[in-house]
């Protein structure tokens, strides 16, 4: 096979290539990154192409393997290596305790209007901010599951309604 024609078959899978991109990413600008280094690596890599062979599973292999290299790749940049002694860095307490006046004032208002609410929305609504499940609230307060919900999405709705200034 001719380089001409490896490289006229390969522009031709250009639009599979994006599909398969846009399916791996969820994302138009990483699908066009993929496709285009795909398409670099097959041209780099011609010769490693056996001819009577099937030309679109090749690129779609190097195409997976890029993809997965990628996200190999993004997932070991994110990670924190800690070599010092105890794990100093990793134990450590990167929020600083100090509360703006902003923030004391704007918390005292939602507090305010929380406390405002009727016992019946608020107990539930309290609870679920403290980190209890559904189940938990249902089965303290002996309710059902769908009442403990709804209680909390009314409470949510009124409070956003009360608070739409803090935004």
């Known amino acids: 096979m001719s380089t001409i024609e490896f490289n006229n078959m390969l522009t031709g899978l250009h ?3 994006t599909y398969f991109a846009t399916t791996l990413t969820n994302d ?21 192409f056996e001819p009577d062979t099937n030309l ?12 997965i290299n990628n996200y190999r790749r993004s997932v ?7 070599h010092t002694q105890d794990l100093y860095f990793i134990n450590s307490v990167r929020s600083i305790d100090y509360d703006s006046p902003e923030s ?24 679920h901010n403290a980190g209890y499940k ?3 609230i249902a ?7 769908g009442t403990v919900k709804s209680r909390i999405f009314f409470s949510r709705k009124k409070l956003m ?7």
């Open 15 to 17: 639009p599979n290539l």
């Open 28 to 48: 138009y600008e990483e699908a066009r990154d993929l496709v285009q280094d795909t398409m670099l690596k097959a041209l780099m890599y011609r010769d490693k």
């Open 56 to 67: 679109k599973a090749w690129t779609f292999t190097i195409m997976k393997n890029t993809f």
């Open 76 to 82: 070991k940049s994110n990670t924190i290596v800690d």
């Open 104 to 127: 004391i004032i704007s918390h005292k208002n939602i507090q305010s209007e929380i406390d405002r609410l009727e016992d019946e929305h608020r107990v539930p609504f309290e609870m």
């Open 134 to 136: 559904y189940k938990e």
């Open 139 to 145: 089965d303290h307060l002996q309710l059902s599951i």
């Open 161 to 167: 309604k009360r608070l739409k200034d803090h935004e």
